[in-house]
Nanobody
Framework: QVQLVESGGGLVQAGGSLRLSCIAS????????MGWFRQAPGKEREFVSA????????SYASSVKGRFTISRDNAKNTVYLQMNSLKPEDTAVYYC???????????????????????WGQGTQVTVSS
């Protein structure tokens, strides 16, 4: 049974930083691309960032590029999202998701709708106050 457990969310002032973590179990982590998505109240889920199974490829939404950094530690079955210069519009529930490496890397990095991501965590709340 695949489990993805996010942590690290919280309340932060605008301009602050948070580091989200997602620990995976029940899968061969190094064989999965990992993504971060978010959903704000009343809005659709949106893509934030993705990293390939090897860590050699990453992608970012234009709204977070230059502020957020995705990384992974395959030895710890963990993917991270370092979020700097946070803005009130970053307030959302953040979800990590896993996509099999059978999905070609370019496709996984461009999958902004999350269609190829089969497994999802429960989410962690990030609230940025102005």
């Amino acid at each position: 049974q695949v489990q993805l457990v996010e942590s690290g969310g919280g309340l932060v002032q605008a301009g602050g930083s948070l580091r989200l973590s997602c620990i995976a179990s029940g899968l061969t982590f190094s064989s999965y691309h990992m993504g971060w998505f978010r959903q704000a109240p009343g809005k659709e889920r949106e893509f934030v960032s993705a990293i390939s199974w090897s860590g050699g490829a990453t992608s970012y939404a234009s709204s977070v590029k230059g502020r957020f950094t995705i990384s992974r530690d395959n030895a710890k079955n963990t993917v991270y999202l370092q979020m700097n210069s946070l803005k009130p519009e970053d307030t959302a529930v953040y979800y990590c998701a896993a996509a099999s490496s059978s999905l070609p890397t370019p496709q996984a990095m461009a999958d902004i709708r999350g269609i190829g991501y089969r497994d999802w965590g429960q989410g962690t709340q990030v609230t940025v106050s102005s």
